[in-house]
């Protein structure tokens, strides 16, 4: 079984490092000329499929904007990321799950097994109940050839009074994120499958990211104002395991499939450009 650290490098190399955000907000469904309903949820997310979904490596709906329309939603949610995985993209579904181990494990179950119809090949994790809580989620994604992406340094300037918080051994609570997930990559070639998710907007971070050796998820890009001129800036050494995520600055150019196509091609080039420089 390959892991999702490889088949995560594989996508990387044949479609670019990008990942592209779905989330349907009521003010993108109205500038695509779309109801804020089922049907219009319906008509955006097979559009941004359409366009962009034989190349794109990674794709990452937002969970809240399918969940809004509770469970009519929730299934598109489901049928849109079989037809991603069935066009070979990656789906990293963004529900940023957490929770006692006890309940993890059903979070785990619902998202990383094979068997569940909401499988996706990763999931966006909350580590404030403690790293060690998250780990029914490590297994599975172990298990199954799954990733998990756990919060660390997150791009909304809220989030800096908790991650930069300094815990009793004297590192910041980031810190402990990720040097625990560095753990669960130790060894992993070609990158490990536990990822850190780290702002594109939050300038130097201050932090050692030199041991994860897995994905660094960095939104943040376009609608929040960061630009891929900044990930040098984040990022210093680690640039060639980030992963750019972008949500409204591609969404925005539709609902034309040309005009998606043509906005997603501009920042993978952007972010290609500043990756392969490493600086
Ligand atoms: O630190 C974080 C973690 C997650 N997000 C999510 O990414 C997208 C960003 O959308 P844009 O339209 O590109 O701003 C959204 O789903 C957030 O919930 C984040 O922004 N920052």
Same mark, same amino acid.
């Given at each position: 079984?390959e892991?999702?650290?490889?088949?995560?490098?594989?996508?990387?190399?044949?479609r670019?490092?990008?990942?592209?955000?779905?989330?349907?907000?009521?003010?993108l469904?109205?500038r695509?000329?779309l109801e804020?309903?089922?049907?219009?949820?319906?008509?955006?997310v097979r559009?941004?499929?359409?366009?962009?979904?034989?190349?794109v490596?990674?794709?990452?709906p937002?969970?809240?904007f399918f969940?809004?329309?509770?469970?009519?939603?929730?299934?598109?949610?489901?049928?849109?990321?079989?037809?991603?995985r069935?066009?070979?993209?990656?789906?990293?579904?963004?529900?940023?799950r957490?929770?006692?181990?006890s309940?993890?494990?059903a979070?785990?179950s619902?998202y990383?097994?094979?068997?569940?119809?909401?499988? @996706?090949?990763?999931?966006?994790?909350?580590?404030? =109940?403690?790293? &060690?809580?998250?780990a029914?989620?490590?297994? %599975? $994604? +172990? !298990?199954?050839?799954?990733?998990?992406f756990?919060?660390?340094?997150?791009?909304?300037?809220?989030?800096a009074?908790?991650?930069?918080?300094?815990?009793?051994?004297?590192r910041?609570?980031a810190?402990?994120?990720?040097?625990?997930?560095?753990?669960l990559?130790?060894?992993?070639?070609?990158?490990?499958?536990?990822?850190?998710?780290?702002?594109a907007?939050?300038?130097?971070t201050?932090?050692?990211l030199?041991?994860?050796n897995g994905?660094?998820?960095?939104?943040?890009l376009?609608?929040q104002?960061?630009t891929?001129?900044?990930?040098?800036?984040?990022?210093?050494?680690n640039?060639?395991a @980030?992963?750019?995520?972008?949500?409204?600055e591609? =969404?925005?150019? &539709?609902?034309?499939?040309?005009?998606?196509? %043509? $906005? +997603? !091609?501009?920042?993978?080039?952007?972010?290609?450009?500043i990756?392969?420089s490493?600086?």
């Open positions: 079984m892991t999702f650290g490889t088949r995560l490098h594989r996508a990387v190399a044949e670019g490092p990008l990942c592209v955000g779905i989330d349907p907000h009521p003010g469904l109205a695509w000329g804020d309903d089922v049907d219009g949820l319906e008509r955006f559009t941004v499929a359409e366009a962009l979904g034989d190349r490596a990674v794709f990452k937002q969970s809240a969940e809004r329309f509770g469970s009519r939603g929730v299934a598109i949610l489901e049928s849109t990321i079989r037809q991603l069935d066009v070979g993209a990656l789906v990293l579904l963004d529900a940023k957490g929770d006692i181990g309940t993890v494990a979070y785990a619902a990383l097994d094979p068997s569940s119809p909401m499988y @996706v090949d990763a999931l966006t994790a909350s580590p404030y =109940l403690g790293v &060690g809580s998250l029914p989620m490590f297994e %599975t $994604a +172990a !298990a199954h050839g799954g990733g998990v756990v919060l660390a340094l997150t791009s909304n300037p809220e989030g009074e908790v991650q930069r918080a300094v815990t009793s051994g004297g910041t609570v810190q402990l994120v990720i040097d625990e997930i560095s753990q990559n130790r060894g992993a070639e070609p990158l490990g499958s536990f990822g850190l998710v780290v702002g907007t939050i300038g130097d201050g932090h050692d030199s041991r994860v994905p660094l998820l960095a939104p943040g376009g609608a104002g960061a891929a001129a900044d990930l040098p800036t984040v990022f210093g050494p640039l060639s @980030v992963l750019p995520s972008y949500s409204r591609v =969404l925005n150019a &539709g609902p034309d499939v040309d005009a998606l196509r %043509t $906005a +997603a !091609a501009r920042v993978a080039a952007d972010c290609r450009h990756l392969a490493g600086h």
